[in-house]
């Protein structure tokens, strides 16, 4: 009698069998996912940075170089003049923050001789203003 007790029968034994073996399989799978980097020191397919996280980033950079253009063409309609430098746009307001390329260098801004043309230069990828990867806006 005490067999019967501790022994289950029934039509459902071999689902409840085969139920806790795929829970175990995902919990081993989950397990080696969460492992897996830190073993082989290399980031997960999903958090490595995607072409689409790129593209973003560089539309979200193009959008704010067109936006302090906004800024510096408004700072000269209402002075009569161009901004001696962007920090100027800063403290009257025009701007909220001074944006960074895509690369996380300062932008530069350039004023003509003549103080009527200016034009932004973001020094690339490598970090050096008047090299061959310069980024003329």
């Avoid at 071999?14 to 139920?19: Q, R, T, Y």
């Avoid at 000269?76 to 161009?82: A, D, I």
């Avoid at 200016?118 to 490598?126: A, I, M, N, R, W």
């Amino acid at each position: 009698m005490v067999q019967k007790v501790l022994k289950f029968e029934g039509k459902n034994s071999k689902g409840l069998a085969l139920l806790e073996l795929l829970f175990g399989i995902l919990i081993i799978i989950l397990i080696a996912f969460y492992l897996s980097p830190k073993i082989f020191k290399k980031e997960t397919p999903l958090l490595q940075k995607s072409p689409e996280i790129k593209k973003t980033k560089e539309v979200l950079n193009y959008t704010e170089i067109v936006n302090l253009k906004k800024a510096i063409l408004n700072f000269q309609s209402f002075e009569g003049r161009l901004p001696s430098s962007l920090n100027e746009l800063l403290e009257k307001g025009y701007i909220k923050n001074i944006p960074k390329d895509e690369f996380g260098n300062e932008i530069s801004y350039i004023i003509s001789a003549d103080g009527t043309n200016f034009s932004l230069v973001s020094p690339g990828e490598d970090k050096i203003l008047g090299t061959g990867d310069d980024i003329r806006y």
